[in-house]
């Protein structure tokens, strides 16, 4: 069974750092790319980061850009995300999805966590 379950969520204050994780089990993952979106009330899901499968070469969207940091360790089927310098407009349901592919499109991914919740207080 494919399953991607994240962790790290959390309330922080503007200007804070949280690190999310996600563990990835029931698939090939070091094949696949590992892409961080981001939900928040009202708004439509966003691209956040995304690592690929094999290099593990890290993209970011701009509005995270020299804030976040995606790794993996492959060891332990995990990636991470490091978010700092958060901002409230930071605050949504973080999801981690895989994909063959890096891509923006969350059409892409063909499985999903079940999302974790991050609060950033102004």
């Known amino acids: 069974e494919v399953q991607l379950v994240e962790s790290g969520g959390g309330l922080v204050q503007a200007g804070g750092s949280l690190r999310l994780s996600c563990v990835a089990s029931?698939?090939?993952?070091?094949?696949?790319?590992i892409g961080w979106f981001r939900q928040a009330p009202g708004k439509p899901r966003e691209g956040v980061s995304c690592i690929s499968g094999g290099d593990r070469y890290t993209h970011y969207g701009d509005s995270v850009m020299g804030r976040f940091t995606m790794s993996a360790d492959n060891a332990k089927n995990t990636v991470h995300l490091q978010m700092n310098s958060l901002k409230p407009e930071d605050t949504a349901v973080y999801y981690c999805?895989?994909?063959?592919?890096?891509?923006?499109?969350?059409?892409?991914?063909?499985?999903w966590g079940q999302g974790t919740q991050v609060t950033v207080s102004s």
């Open positions: 999805a895989a994909s063959q592919m890096c891509t923006w499109s969350s059409n892409t991914y063909g499985a």
């Open positions: 029931g698939f090939p993952w070091n094949d696949y790319a």
